[in-house]
C-alpha cells in the first residue's frame, strides 16, 4: 500500500482562459446543451415539501449518486461547491412521502401498467407487504410475519437454493458488510451485488495484471498529466462533477483524448455549471477523439504497442520505459510475440481505424511522462471485458505510467455504493480483505467466528437462471432476497430474466420504492420490505469513492418513515431467526460496531473505525496503489498479459449494436430526451452514411433485430463509426443475447450483431418468411 497520502483538495485557477471557450455567445444560447439552472429550480419544486431536509441532505450528507464522492458540497480534489443535477434528480427519492393506502394496495394489473419512472414517483414503501399467487393486491405484513416467513423457507432448504443480491445506489458499506456476513453466517456463498454488470473485469483484469483491484491513483492527478484518456467513458453525462476537474486539467495544459465508438457531444464541449467562466462560454473538453469499433479496443491498443515496438526497433528507448519494464514488470518478451504476430491489416480492421491514427496516439503516449487512463463500460461490458481491461494495463506497464503523481489506471464507478460493495465481501468470489484463497478464509473465519462455506457461489446471472432448474436440483433457486435493483431493466433479455423471476418460490424485494420487478409473480409469495435511506440510518453510513475514499455520512435529521429499518438491521434480525442458536455470532449493536469490525476483516479499511463525524473521510491505500511501481503481487511485479483479438463474426450489411445513457442515472430515466444531443429514448444512432447505404432517412422508422429480439425505433444520424449504432439503455437490452457471460468476471455482454431496416421494408418481408430466413442466416453467423 502506498505511502504518500493523498494531499487534500486544490484551489481552481480564477482568471479566464478564452482559449478554451466554445463561444463567446454566453450561455451557449442557440446550442443543444443541458438547462442546469432550469433542472435545479425544477428540482427545488420537487422537494418543496420538505426543503430543509433536503437542504441538510445536501450539505451534510454523502451523495447517494455516482462515485465520484462528495460529502455535503466539498470533494477531496478541487476546492469549491460540488454539485451537479444527477445528485439533485435521486434527492426526491430520499424526501418523498410514503405512499399513499390506495395505492400500494391498487389492482396488481393498474400498478404494472406504470413505469418504473412513475413508479419511483409515487412515493416510499412504508410497511412489509406481501403478495401470494392469485392475489390481485398487496396486503400488510408485520415485520415478525415478514421475517419469519422467510427464515421459515430458508431454513426448509438448502442454502445453495438461495441467494442475496445488493444493489449500488444508496447502500451503504455497513449494509454490504453484514449481508456478506450474514450470507455465509446462513451458509450460503450466493451472493452478488451490482458491480457484476459494471465493472467485475475491471477488478478482475486489475487483480492479475497489477495486484489492485481498484483505481490506483486519484481525482488530483488528472489535472497537470501529460494526457488523460477516457476510454469507453462518458464521464461527464455519468460523473458530472468530473467536469470541473477535467476544466482544471486543461487550465494545468493536460491533453484529452476520448476513445469511443460514438464522439460523446458532452465530450467533446460542456458548459460547467459552478464555474463561472465555463458556465457562460462553456469549455472545449476533447482534444482528440478516436472514433473505435465496438469491440476493436483489443486491436487498437495491440496497434499502439506495434507501432511501440517498432520505434524500438529504429530507436532504442524511444518508446517504452526500459528501465521501469526491467525492474517492475513481467512477461515483455511474450506480449512483443503476441502484439507482432497481428499485421497491420486485421489490427486497423478490427479497430476501425487507420495505422496512422494509431499510430498518432502511440506516438503522444510515448513522448509522454504522465498518462492518467479512465474508462468505464466502453470497455468493460465486452465478452472479453477482463482482457480490455488488462490491455490498458498493458499500456500502463509499458510506459511506466504507475505509483506515482500524474499517472495511474483509473475504473470510474458510476454508482455509490459499488466501489464498496466487492470490498465488503458481497460477492461470490470475495470476502472482506480478499478472495477466496485458504487463507483469506480463514483469516475471515477467526475474525467471525464460524465457518464459511467453501462452495463456488454463483454470479447474478447464473443464480436467475438457476431458477429455471428442476426442483430437485441442489442449485435450484427457491428463494432470492434483493437489496434494491431491477433485473427486468438491467439484464439482457427481459423476457427471459421475468421467467426467472417467476420461478422462485419466494422473492423479497428490500427497497424504498417499488420498481416493475416487484410486480412480477412468484410462485408462493413476493415480500416487500421497507427500507431506510443512508440518510436515515442510525448512526450513519460510510461509502467508497472510485478514487478510494472512504466517507461518513452521518444520519440526518428529518421526517422518518415509521417502519423502515436499516438495511444491516434487516439481514441480522433476519439471520437470527433462521439460526437462533447461533444468533449472537451475527449481533451488531450498532453502525459503529460494525465499521470496527470492517476494520479488522478488511485490513485495508483500517481507519474506518474513527469516521464518526460530518465530512469524516479516509482513502485507503494511500494516495497511489503500486507507488513506485511495486505491486502488491507474489514478486511485486506487475504482469504483461498477452490475448488474441476477440473474433467479431459480423456479416455484410450486419451492424454492431452497443447501448448508451441518456438523461438517466443508470436505469433511471429522467427525460425523454438527451439534452446533449437531443436524442429520444428510442432513436437508433447511426452514421448517415449508413443511412445511405441502406436507404434510410433520418426520422425513418426502422427496426433493429437479431435472433435475440426486435427493437423498433427511429433513425437519428450522429457522428457514430459506420457499422456501429447505438441505442439506449436499457430500452436496447431486448436485443442482447441472455446467458452470455465473459470467462473470468461474468458480466453479461451487452454487445451484439443486429440487422438494420426500414420498418416498411421489415413489416412488408416479414409475412413472406423472409424474417424468419434472415434469423436463420444471423444465427449461423453471429453465433
Ligand atoms: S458528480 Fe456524482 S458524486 Fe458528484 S454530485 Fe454528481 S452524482 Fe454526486
Known sequence: MGKTKHTGPMKLKKNPDPSLWVSKVPFGLGKIKPHHIRDTVKVAWENKDNLPYATRILTQGVCDGCALGVAGLQDQTLQGPHLCTTRLNVLRLNTMPEMKHEVIHADIDE?????????????????????????????????????????????????????????????????????????????????????????????????????????????????????????????????????????????????????????????????????????????????????????????????????????????????????????????????????????????????????????????????????????????????????????????????????????????????????????????????????????NVDRVEKVWGFDIPRWQGDIVGVSLENALLPEEHERKLKLYYMSGGNFLETMPNPDFVKQCLESVDIRVHQDIIFNTSTFVDAKEAVVVLPAMTRYEQPGGGTSTSTERMVYFSPEIKGPRIEEARSEWEIYVDLAKRVNPEQAHLIDFKDAQEIREEIAEAAPNYDGIQHLKEKGDVFQWGGAWLCEDGVCPTPDGKGNLITMDLPELRKAEGHFYVTTRRGKQFNSMIYSDQDPFNQAERYDVLMNKKDGKKYGIEQGDAIVVYNKHGLFHGKARFVDVKPGNIQVHWPEGNVLIPKGVYEQYAGIPEYNTAVIVEKSETFHAQKDTKYLEKRIEELEMEVG
Open 111 to 439: 400498478l404494472r401498467k406504470k413505469s418504473s419512472t412513475e413508479l419511483r414517483k409515487l412515493g416510499r414503501i412504508p410497511y412489509p407487504l406481501i403478495r401470494k399467487p392469485g392475489e390481485k393486491k398487496f396486503s400488510r405484513l408485520s415485520w415478525d410475519n415478514a421475517l419469519d416467513l422467510i427464515a421459515e423457507k430458508m431454513k426448509k432448504i438448502d442454502p445453495k437454493q438461495y441467494g442475496f443480491y445488493l444493489t449500488s445506489r444508496g447502500i451503504t458499506n455497513e449494509s454490504y458488510y453484514t449481508a456478506a456476513k450474514v450470507a455465509r453466517f446462513l451458509g450460503t456463498n450466493n451472493i452478488d451485488n451490482a458491480s457484476r454488470i459494471c465493472h467485475s473485469p475491471s477488478k478482475t483484469a486489475l487483480t492479475r495484471s497489477l495486484g489492485i483491484g481498484a483505481s490506483s491513483c486519484n481525482y488530483k492527478d488528472w489535472i497537470g498529466t501529460d494526457v488523460l484518456v477516457f476510454w469507453g467513458s462518458v464521464a461527464a453525462n455519468n460523473q458530472p462533477v468530473s467536469t470541473k476537474y477535467m476544466y482544471a486539467a486543461k487550465r494545468k495544459g493536460t491533453k484529452i483524448i476520448i476513445i469511443n465508438p460514438y464522439y460523446e457531444p458532452s465530450m467533446e464541449k460542456y458548459w460547467i455549471p459552478s464555474i463561472a467562466e465555463s458556465a457562460l462560454f462553456g469549455t472545449k473538453i476533447a482534444d482528440d477523439v478516436y472514433q473505435v469499433n465496438i469491440g476493436g479496443d483489443i486491436a487498437f491498443m495491440h496497434g499502439i504497442m506495434k507501432h511501440w515496438f517498432e520505434m524500438e526497433e529504429k530507436a532504442p528507448g524511444s518508446a517504452i520505459n526500459h528501465d521501469f519494464i526491467r525492474e517492475h514488470v513481467n512477461g515483455l518478451a511474450e506480449l512483443k510475440e503476441k502484439v507482432q504476430s497481428y499485421d497491420w491489416e486485421t489490427l486497423e480492421k478490427s479497430a476501425g481505424l487507420s495505422k496512422e491514427r494509431i499510430e498518432e496516439l502511440a506516438i503522444v503516449l510515448a513522448k509522454s511522462n504522465s498518462a492518467v487512463f479512465v474508462w468505464s463500460m466502453g470497455l468493460t461490458q465486452h465478452r472479453f471485458g477482463t482482457d480490455n481491461v488488462s490491455q490498458v494495463a498493458n499500456l500502463a506497464l509499458l510506459q511506466g505510467f504507475l505509483g506515482r503523481e500524474h499517472c495511474g489506471v483509473m475504473p470510474i464507478r458510476g454508482h455509490s455504493g459499488v466501489q464498496g460493495s466487492g470490498e465488503m465481501g458481497a460477492d461470490p468470489f470475495v470476502l472482506p480483505g480478499g478472495g477466496f484463497t485458504d487463507q
